[in-house]
């Protein structure tokens, strides 16, 4: 079954701390995506990364860091030194799996929020 | 500029006074998708559709109907709208396949 576990439901931190969130998913199948969102108070969800199973690289966009590794089926995230706009619940997402009908939907975790407190 | 729009965004409304939630995609996308967020459960497709008049169930169908006439719209439909479909409505469209989504803005949905 394709399956997506953000098992931390709320994070809090205090500004400039780094945090990071974890995702673990599960798949029978060899092509997939995965996905960040954020989504603000305000509502709506705001795309981050895509990542497709063949690339293993990690990645930094700024203050943000994604590692991902296939070997313990993980793709968690990393903010440094957080910011109070960082505030958010954040998504981890699964796509494109043949396996479990995961090839016309995103699956989705259910969100960690994180609150960066001044 | 390329973007999903969903009409109303905000809806507060009575049990059993049907309903529907306009989506519109400017970008030609083939697929289109509706999901709902609930506290707790994340975000859980409802239906979806891969072209005009091609239309399938996702996880959480039932109370919910959908059309695709024209390639751009995907409505949702409530015909008699319950206090359990209270939640937040996402429409989505992407070119194939779902992993290059585009979501709406969202559309808070409050049945009384």
Redesign the interface.
């Known amino acids: 079954a394709q399956k997506v576990t953000q098992a931390q439901t709320e994070i809090s931190v205090v500004e400039k701390e780094d945090v990071t969130l974890d995702c673990v998913y599960e798949t029978r199948d060899t092509t997939y995506y995965l996905f960040w969102y954020k989504q603000p108070p305000s509502g709506e969800l705001v795309f981050l990364i895509r990542r497709n199973s063949f690339d293993e690289q990690n990645e930094i966009s700024g203050r943000y860091s994604w590692n991902f590794q296939k070997s313990t089926s993980s793709f968690n995230f990393t903010i440094t030194a957080s910011q109070v706009v960082d505030s958010a619940v954040y998504f981890c997402a699964l796509s494109g799996g043949v396996y479990g009908g995961a090839t016309n939907k995103l699956i989705f975790g259910t969100g960690t929020l994180l609150a960066v407190q001044p | 500029e390329a973007q999903v729009t969903q009409n109303p965004r905000y809806l507060i409304t009575v049990t059993g006074k049907k309903l529907t939630v306009t989506c519109s995609q400017n970008m030609n996308h083939e ?1 289109m ?1 509706w ?1 709902r967020q609930d506290p ?6 409802i239906y ?1 559709s ?1 072209n005009v008049e091609v239309t ?1 169930k ?2 959480v169908p039932e109370g919910y109907k959908v059309s695709r006439k024209e390639k751009r719209n995907f409505p949702l439909i409530l015909e008699s709208p319950s206090p359990n479909q209270t939640s ?1 409505y ?1 429409c ?1 469209s992407s070119l194939r ?5 585009y ?1 709406g ?2 559309t ?1 949905l409050t049945v009384t």
């Open positions: 697929y998708s999901y707790g459960l994340g975000l859980r497709q979806y891969m399938d996702g996880d937040l996402f989505a396949q779902p992993a290059f989504q979501f803005p969202g808070r």
